[in-house]
């Protein structure tokens, strides 16, 4: 049934003309972001995003890009079209991941050396509180209702359920080795935490930090101990969920009911993070070792495409509609 | 109660608080300056990696309700057994050593029941074998298990015809008994074989190098063909001095060149990078392998009791010897205990003191139960019964 409705509206969507929009992929390594457009693939631009681009975001209305400039201890905010800096907003020390709430302020930010998450209002650029947390946090997902921000801390192993009202934790939940990503569902009924080297990703329901199901990996020919779980998206419809594999260069398409792995594409080298374009036509993987994205075309379930960016790309987010 | 949250993934931080102690022995052997003053020994070596294992668990323990305690202590051999005593007097059940086999067997012996004790050191295979002992955890890669690192390496490289140079200390003739079997199981062939008698001068001091630059060219002269020469050189004797001073121009491997490593504070891959900050942050110099081996032995501590809420130290140790048992180190796969000896699967880095050159197992020496058990003594070939053959 919702494997229906999900062709059907892929379906539409492909019916349409393909529209463009921005694609935004740090490069952890060359210290910029390359700037695509999704309709030709063509790059628009790289420009300088300070050193150490790892996590990136947007805002809503598509005016601002942010990045975690790690090494430089700041998050930097640069127009999304003119590609200028404007300012940076107080980050805490080295920023990795963040995610940005719902209504677009404030921003929650890991800071892999400190176990803190810093929590960083965008219109003032002060930081409204400091949330201690495990060991090497890096994962962050909020859910869709703002209420709740989730850290996952890799050296730890927990995902921690943060009220964003009160900035006190309210639940942990142990899950495998290095958890590294952390995604709600749109409904906000399920979380997602992948765990790199325990080869895992969990399925928790939020509201009791309950894990419901543990989804593993396995390729034919592939060393298991490659299949390492980063970045992970789900479709608005909750219907498919997008697993990146790492070194062994795949993503997997897992069934967001049943939780079975359907299928295995192979993208680029060491695939870490993934984003949708908005009208979920294509998937966007970073391959931080071949220096290159790859492009999924989400209804055909295939790889239509890689585009040469930065040196090692890690990040990438799609310019909203 | 604890199980049972831990079962369901469903923590809170208010659980009552259970304290998990731990002491960390350092032997620290008579010795002459290492050859390069690179190698100078630090102070806090090995306790600060202590340390940092310790803050870790503290980190996650206070989501778990637990608090960790760490004592750090430095003896001369003469002193490790009083210094032992003491701890075990003191309640200590938990114990990392960083001694040599001797002092670490005797430490294993006079252990009263219930002790765990966490080689941090010594890398002897006999430990691993006929020596083992039951209530020894060996985070520590054996000479086997390093020598089989840089083995696979070089014979993907097909570099299979070895010059092998080892010291005259037992602890060289050890090492090279495991280059030795290294070739032997690989397919690399040992051409040339010599020894470096240690007769006491040679070192870098004032024009040291001007000697040294004579004298290895002939002593390696006239050697039979090679790709390489794999220098066996535990006690830091002769091995620095072979790059670039050879009389063929092949690279030099093992105990100089390229050396197989279980830490070094340039590797970055796997987070490590986050590592090496955390570290030089707390102690303000770089990471060593004692340090590296320190906090694996701790963090093998604080898993074990995140994982089974249980601050026991028998608890502790089954577990760890478990299926269930995994843990990231920053080797980019998870490290688990080979459940026969007591030893930890690892992956080993190869690095040339700059950089991580490779790191081992290397793609294609397969295993049936995993490539790291390519490494070191496999279950068949252990002859250590105090773990009872493990669970085949």
Known sequence: MIRTTLAAALLLGGALPAQAYKVFVSNERGNTVTVLDSETWEVLAEFPAGNRPRGITISPDGSELYVCASDDDAVRVFDTETYEETHTLPSGPDPELFVLHPTGNPLYIANEDDNLVTVTDVQTRQVLAEVPVGVEPEGMGISPDGKVVVNTSETTNMAHFIDTETFEIVQNTLVDQRPRFAQFTADGARLYVSAEIGGTVSVIDPATGEILHKITFEVPGIQPELLQPVGVRVTQDGSRVFVALGPSNRVAVVDGETWEVLDYLLVGQRVWQLAFTPDERFLITTNGNSNDVSIIDVAAGEVVRSVPVGQQPWGVVVAPE | MGAALAVFGLL????????????????????????????????????????????????????????????????????????????????????????????????????????????????????????????????????????????????????????????????????????????????????????????????????????????????????????????????????????????????????????????????????????????????????????????????????????????????????????????????????????????????????????????????????????????????????CTAFQGGQP
Not at chain 2, 26 to 46: A, N, T
Not at chain 2, 102 to 121: M, Y
Not at chain 2, 155 to 183: C, M, N, T
Not at chain 2, 203 to 228: M, N, S
Request: hydrophobic share 45%.
């Open chain 2, 12 to 383: 809170t931080g208010s659980a009552a608080a259970q304290e998990v102690r731990a002491a960390v022995i350092r032997v620290d052997y008579p010795s002459l300056l290492p050859i390069s003053r690179l190698d100078l020994p630090p102070e806090d070596l090995g306790h600060a990696g202590a340390m940092l294992a310790t803050e870790d668990n503290r980190t996650t323990g206070q989501f778990m309700g637990q608090s960790y305690e760490t004592e750090t202590v430095a003896v001369p051999p003469e002193e490790v057994r009083a210094a032992f005593d003491r701890l075990v007097a003191e309640g200590h059940r938990i114990v990392v050593a960083l001694a040599r086999r001797e002092e670490l067997l005797a430490l294993a012996d006079a252990a009263p029941v219930g002790v765990l004790i966490l080689n941090a050191r010594a890398t002897d295979e006999a430990l691993r074998s006929e020596e083992c002992r039951a209530n020894v955890l060996h985070v520590a890669p054996s000479d086997g298990m390093m020598a089989d690192a840089l083995a696979q390496f070089l014979v993907w490289k097909q570099w299979d015809r070895w010059f092998l140079i080892h010291g005259s200390h037992p602890e060289d003739h050890a090492l090279a008994d495991a280059y030795r079997a290294a070739a032997a199981k690989f397919g690399a062939r040992i051409v040339e074989e010599r020894e470096f008698v240690d007769t006491g001068g040679a070192r870098v001091a004032d024009t040291g190098h001007v000697l040294v630059q004579r004298q290895i060219p002939v002593f390696t002269q006239d050697a039979a063909t090679h790709e390489v020469v794999v220098a066996a050189d535990a006690s830091d004797v002769f091995a620095p001095y072979l790059p670039y001073q050879t009389w063929d121009a092949a690279p030099v491997a093992g105990s100089a060149g390229l050396r197989p490593l279980t830490w070094h504070p340039a590797h970055e891959a796997w987070g490590a990078t986050q590592m090496q900050n955390r570290f030089e942050e707390l102690a303000g110099r770089p990471m060593r392998e004692e340090d590296y081996q320190a906090w694996l032995a701790l963090r093998v501590v604080g898993e074990a009791v995140t994982r089974t809420q249980s601050a026991d130290s028998v608890a502790i140790r089954d577990y760890a010897l478990g299926p269930n048992f995994e843990l990231a180190a920053f080797k980019g796969q998870p490290v688990t205990f080979r459940d026969w000896n007591g030893q930890l699967r690892q992956p080993i880095l190869l690095g040339d003191g700059r950089i991580t050159v490779s790191v081992s197992p290397q793609d294609g020496f397969l295993h049936e139960v995993s490539p790291l058990d390519t490494l070191g003594l496999d279950r068949p070939e252990s002859r």
